[in-house]
């Protein structure tokens, strides 16, 4: 069974910058794939970025295209979100997903199998 925790969310000023961390316990397959999403108060989960664990060409959201970078350690088995430049609208619960194989709906929430518990980010005016 794989299981995700992130981490490392917080509070931050408008401009400032978060890393967030995404442990998987088990081990990633070459073939799988990560995804942040976030959701905030009275808002549907929206997709963030995607990539596969093996190979490049991340997927971002046009929200933070340019700001954020999702990348991962295979030595740590972890998948890291960090976000720059973060504004208000930015503030939500952000999500890690996993899911074996890489979908060509990779946006959609409803492919992934894997979910974390998700964590804060606040970014105040």
């Known amino acids: 069974q794989v299981q995700l925790v992130e981490s490392g969310g917080g509070l931050v000023q408008t401009g400032g910058s978060l890393k967030l961390s995404c442990v998987i316990s088990?081990?990633?397959?070459?073939?799988?794939?990560m995804a942040w999403f976030r959701q905030a108060p009275g808002k549907e989960r929206e997709f963030i970025t995607a990539?596969?664990?093996?190979?490049?060409?991340?997927r971002y959201a046009d929200s933070v295209k340019g700001r954020f970078t999702i990348s991962r350690d295979m030595a740590k088995n972890t998948v890291y979100l960090q976000m720059d430049s973060l504004k208000p609208e930015d503030t939500a619960v952000y999500y890690c997903?996993?899911?074996?194989?890489?979908?060509?709906?990779?946006?959609?929430?409803?492919?992934?199998?894997?979910w974390g518990q998700g964590t804060q980010v606040t970014v105040s005016s």
């Open positions: 990539r596969r664990w093996s190979g490049n060409s991340p």
């Open positions: 088990g081990r990633a397959s070459s073939d799988s794939s």
């Open positions: 997903a996993g899911r074996y194989g890489w979908n060509t709906n990779y946006y959609s929430q409803d492919v992934y199998n894997y």
